[in-house]
């Protein structure tokens, strides 16, 4: 019997080390598991803000296509080279969207507007579209290019947010 205490005294220190041991490899197991999954939640959603982005841009170049192929026989965006003036305003999503010229010389001639667009839950979107209109001959036949740049983080008068680190911007660039 006293042999059997004395090995027993000897071996006391090694189930607390072997609890110890066991506990530091579980926890850092799950330490690592812990940040692999903030890792992917966090490439989720600048994914899904960059599809919102995307979606953003091509709704702004669908929108600036439609008026300028379909809405008033295609002079919506006229040309400074062209006599007809182009519209004031487009209609966008229910929203009335006013288009500023950028730059006009004797054959070229670029507008823009911004065009905001709300999802269910309120979050703010938009895109900000460049609709440049060039007649490099001056035949009157004018070649378009359309540059959308959507935006996922833009403030209420639809510009996006610089500044915020959340913010992604996704561009179209249609040419006829």
Do not use: H
């Not at 006391?12 to 690592?32: E, N, R, T, W």
């Not at 989720?44 to 841009?57: I, T």
């Not at 209109?133 to 959308?148: F, R, V």
């Amino acid at each position: 019997m006293k042999n059997f205490f004395k090995k027993m005294k000897r071996s006391k220190g090694f189930a607390l080390l072997f609890a110890v041991l066991a506990s530091s490899l579980l926890l850092s197991i799950g330490l690592s598991i812990f940040t692999l999954t903030v890792k992917e939640l966090t490439l989720s959603a600048y994914g899904r803000e960059s599809q919102f982005s995307f979606y953003a841009a091509d709704s702004g170049a669908e929108c600036a296509l439609y008026w300028d192929i379909k809405g008033n026989s295609g002079q919506t965006f006229a040309t400074s080279s062209s006599d007809m003036t182009g519209a004031s305003s487009i209609m966008c999503g229910n929203t009335s969207l006013p288009l500023t010229v950028v730059s006009s010389d004797s054959r070229n001639e670029t507008e823009t507007f911004s065009m905001p667009l709300n999802d269910i839950a309120n979050t703010s979107y938009c895109a900000v579209v460049i609709i440049s209109k060039t007649d490099p001959n001056g035949t009157g036949l004018s070649a378009t290019a359309i540059d959308s740049r959507g935006y996922n983080v833009c403030n209420s008068s639809a510009q996006p947010t610089w500044g915020n680190p959340n913010l992604v911007e996704r561009a179209l660039k249609v040419s006829y």
